[in-house]
């Protein structure tokens, strides 16, 4: 047995548990999954746009952008742990992108918003 550990344990295993005192602050909630946060579904269709070779955008792959579909920031805050896709086309195009946020190949929708787990969710309603 280490020296150093058995001087330490039995003081470890007689702290006894003590409630917090009446009155006291109590912690905030904080979660513990350490599951990727899951985008919520701002639209069931793609969204057309017209993009602009040699600019940068930022698509919002979270969903909780009032700016669908690209990022206004709102991940900041309403979705911690996600950022947004950052791309740079090449030339101007017009593209379907994504509008709820479970394609396959991001920014662009895959068709994948015609699938069940699409189709019965509910939509994202923004609080404010
Ligand atoms: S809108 Fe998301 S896959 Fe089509």
Do not use: N
């Amino acid at each position: 047995m280490i020296p150093l550990l058995s001087k330490f344990q039995p003081r470890w295993r007689s702290l006894p548990f003590r409630p917090p005192p009446a009155g006291a602050t109590v912690a905030p909630k904080v979660r513990l999954s350490t599951a990727p946060p899951e985008p919520v579904i701002p639209s069931k269709k793609p969204i057309k746009v017209e993009l602009v070779g040699g600019k940068r955008y930022a698509w919002c792959s979270c969903g909780h952008s009032r700016k669908q579909p690209f990022c206004d920031g709102s991940h900041k805050t309403r979705a911690q742990g996600m950022t947004p896709l950052r791309f740079v086309p090449e030339k101007d195009s017009t593209v379907w992108l994504c509008g709820c946020k479970h394609t396959s190949s991001p920014p662009y929708c895959d068709g994948t918003h015609k699938q069940d787990f699409i189709v019965s969710a509910p939509l994202h309603e923004h609080a404010d």
